[in-house]
């Protein structure tokens, strides 16, 4: 059983700073895609970054790429979300997904797992 548990979420300004941390179970013993999605209050989910662990090329959505890096840690079975210059429009609840596949191709993935999520505040 895949388990995901996310972490690193809080307030901060504009133009701030924050980590987010995903740590998984289960998951990385085999193939496998895991992505950020987010979802802000009466809007709809996005999917911001993945990884599939035949490529380990990330790839990001088009509205954070260049301030949000996506890494991992597979001996720590942690993945990471750098996120730099902080919006208000980044404010949303993150979630990190994962599905067990050999897939090359992360984007687009419907995931089977779901963290609870981390709640994502920007504003001065």
């Given at each position: 059983?895949?388990?995901?548990?996310?972490?690193?979420?809080?307030?901060v300004q504009p133009g701030g700073s924050l980590t987010l941390s995903c740590a998984t179970s289960g998951l990385f013993s085999a193939?496998?895609?895991i992505g950020w999605t987010r979802q802000a209050p009466g809007k709809e989910r996005e999917?911001?970054?993945?990884?599939?662990?035949?490529?380990?090329?990330?790839i990001y959505r088009y509205s954070v790429k260049g301030r949000f890096t996506m890494t991992s840690d597979i001996a720590a079975n942690t993945v990471f979300?750098?996120?730099?210059?902080?919006?208000?429009e980044d404010t949303a609840v993150y979630h990190c997904e994962a599905e067990q596949?050999?897939?090359?191709?992360?984007?687009?993935?419907?995931?089977d797992?779901?963290?609870?999520?981390?709640?994502?505040?920007?504003?001065?």
């Amino acid at each position: 059983q895949v388990q995901l548990v996310e972490s690193g979420g809080g307030l901060v300004q504009p133009g701030g700073s924050l980590t987010l941390s995903c740590a998984t179970s289960g998951l990385f013993s085999a193939g496998y895609v895991i992505g950020w999605t987010r979802q802000a209050p009466g809007k709809e989910r996005e999917e911001i970054a993945c990884i599939a662990s035949r490529d380990m090329t990330p790839i990001y959505r088009y509205s954070v790429k260049g301030r949000f890096t996506m890494t991992s840690d597979i001996a720590a079975n942690t993945v990471f979300l750098h996120m730099n210059g902080l919006k208000p429009e980044d404010t949303a609840v993150y979630h990190c997904e994962a599905e067990q596949t050999h897939s090359h191709v992360c984007w687009g993935t419907l995931y089977d797992y779901r963290g609870q999520g981390t709640q994502v505040t920007v504003s001065s």
